[in-house]
């Protein structure tokens, strides 16, 4: 009985578009709210003498790259494949968390070169006003975290916990500060800047690891890679499994080729096509290319 696609495929589209103009207009929202106040901050840093506000400006002013990395390179990489870019152009959103992660590196270096010498010789900042920009802090911030909460997708999400630690590292600025206020104890300020500081490295190398093993081209899951070719060899009509590659594009979207060595079964090749596609449908990859070999022929890559 034929099927018809015209009615589903408008409705799935129209309801998709929707949904992705909700997703840019929120990380859009995120993004003016995150850079105008990192801005702010920085400027704010400068006049309390606190390097624990500019530490923390740092940390902001990354979260802003990585929501406008994040939203121009979902923008390119949703173009379609073409004669130059086969795969098409999700490695982009590669090279924006690369480019992101080498200017955290940068910025944090140099706080930890402004914060380190000031624990021998502290330098009072003014204390009501980083309490002042800390309340700030906590509300923009805040905000758009209760924008982004709701969001789906997977972009949405990850910006979501940036923001989250961004209102819990200003809690601790206000605490910070309070206790700067009450007690003069100077050297809190560049404690805090270093925590920070340490804290962004620790992620942005986490980062740096996961976008460089992407870019060597390494198995984005072995579990996953191993449990490929066991399902595959398990086949009834499959003798033999080899070059079989898992790589991933963007760490999301996985790419599967492999060759299998048939063995002389009654089966024809459409009802192995099938069976295959099957077994592969629950992992979601996003380009799969299997070659089909029989025992007495040589394989063309060995």
């Known amino acids: 009985m034929p099927h018809d696609h015209s009615s589903h495929s408008h409705h799935h589209g129209h309801s998709h578009g929707h949904h992705h103009g909700s997703e840019t207009g929120n990380i859009a929202v995120a993004f003016w709210l995150n850079f105008c106040f990192s801005i702010i901050e920085l400027i704010g840093g400068l006049m309390t003498n606190s390097v624990a506000i500019l530490a923390d400006a740092m940390h902001d002013l990354g979260d802003s790259m990585a929501i406008a990395?994040?939203?121009?390179?979902?923008?390119?990489?949703?173009?379609?494949?073409?004669?130059?870019?086969?795969?098409?152009?999700?490695?982009?959103?590669?090279?924006?968390?690369?480019?992101?992660?080498?200017?955290?590196?940068?910025?944090?270096?140099?706080?930890?070169?402004?914060?380190?010498?000031?624990?021998?010789?502290?330098?009072?900042?003014?204390?009501?006003?980083?309490?002042?920009?800390?309340?700030?802090?906590?509300?923009?911030?805040?905000?758009?975290?209760?924008?982004?909460?709701?969001?789906?997708?997977?972009?949405e999400q990850v910006l979501t916990w940036h923001l989250l630690e961004d209102v819990f590292g200003w809690v601790a600025v206000l605490l910070g500060s309070l206790l700067i206020y009450l007690t003069g104890w100077a050297v809190i300020d560049p404690l805090l800047s270093i925590g920070f500081t340490l804290f962004i490295l620790l992620n942005v190398w986490r980062n740096l690891r996961r976008t460089?093993?992407?870019?060597?081209?390494i198995s984005p899951d072995p579990a996953m890679t191993q449990e490929l070719e066991d399902k595959l060899k398990a086949l009834s009509f499959v003798s033999d499994v080899h070059h079989l590659h898992l790589w991933s594009l963007d760490g999301e979207k996985h790419v599967l080729t492999a060759h299998l060595v048939l063995t002389d079964a009654e089966h024809q090749?459409?009802?192995?096509?099938?069976?295959?596609?099957?077994?592969?449908?629950?992992y979601q990859l996003q380009h799969t290319t299997i070659e089909f070999e029989f025992a007495s022929e040589a394989c063309r890559d060995h």
Request: proline share 7%; glycine share 8%; charged share 15%.
């Open 69 to 155: 990395f994040a939203w121009v390179a979902a923008k390119i990489s949703g173009k379609a494949p073409n004669q130059r870019y086969s795969y098409g152009y999700r490695r982009w959103s590669l090279l924006s968390a690369l480019v992101n992660s080498l200017i955290l590196v940068v910025g944090s270096l140099w706080i930890l070169i402004e914060a380190v010498p000031r624990l021998w010789e502290p330098v009072l900042p003014h204390a009501p006003g980083m309490m002042a920009l800390a309340v700030l802090g906590v509300v923009v911030n805040g905000a758009a975290v209760l924008k982004l909460r709701l969001g789906k997708t997977q972009n």
């Open 212 to 217: 460089f093993g992407l870019f060597l081209q």
């Open 269 to 282: 090749l459409p009802d192995y096509k099938l069976e295959i596609r099957q077994l592969l449908a629950p």
